[in-house]
């Protein structure tokens, strides 16, 4: 989990940069993806959209082979974040038919649905500005935190480039209005 935090501790706001997620979504996604996996859920998949749109800032997207397993899934995700954090799902759709489960935790969404929906609505087409992390179905929790700061490891770098540039920019701008301050008087 050390990982993800220090992805996430670098600085990402506004001009189609990324936000910066909160510790606690972080949490909550790795929380949601462990208890899908440990049902056997099959491509698992983090979309990371906080470039994309203020709705939320993560999907976690997987797939089971029946309506018991999507059901198993669902519940396990629940429960799994129940206990660890004491959150409950703000919103939930498709207990009842068990073809698309919806979890909205706000700022991650959980969604475990049959192949066919998953094939038929394509998230991962609607949302393709998104950048993708593909877990795999029997991920550790090492090999999560590896896959996504191996992912996200280039960004940072960059992101970090950026916002030390734009540290620099603005000391240079407040520095010449500070003399132009100073040759007004």
Known sequence: MAA??????????????????????????????KAAI??????????????????????LICDGSSDIQIKAIANAVKDQVREADGEKPWHSEGLDSLQ???LDYVDVVVHAMTTEKREYYGLERLWGDAEILE????ATDAEISANWAEDNAEMSVFY?????????????NAFSARLKSDSLK
Request: aromatic share 4%; charged share 25%; no cysteine.
């Open 100 to 102: 698309w489960v919806l």
């Open 160 to 172: 970090a480039l950026n916002a030390l540039e734009n540290a620099e920019t603005a000391i240079a």
């Open 4 to 33: 993800l935090e220090k992805v996430n501790q670098i600085i990402k706001n506004q001009d189609g940069k990324k936000r910066q997620a909160s510790t606690a979504s972080v949490d909550l996604l790795m929380i949601a993806a």
């Open 38 to 59: 440990s049902k056997k859920a099959q491509n698992v998949v983090i979309m990371d959209l906080r470039s994309v749109t203020g709705m939320a800032d993560y999907f």
């Open 135 to 138: 877990i795999g179905d029997e």
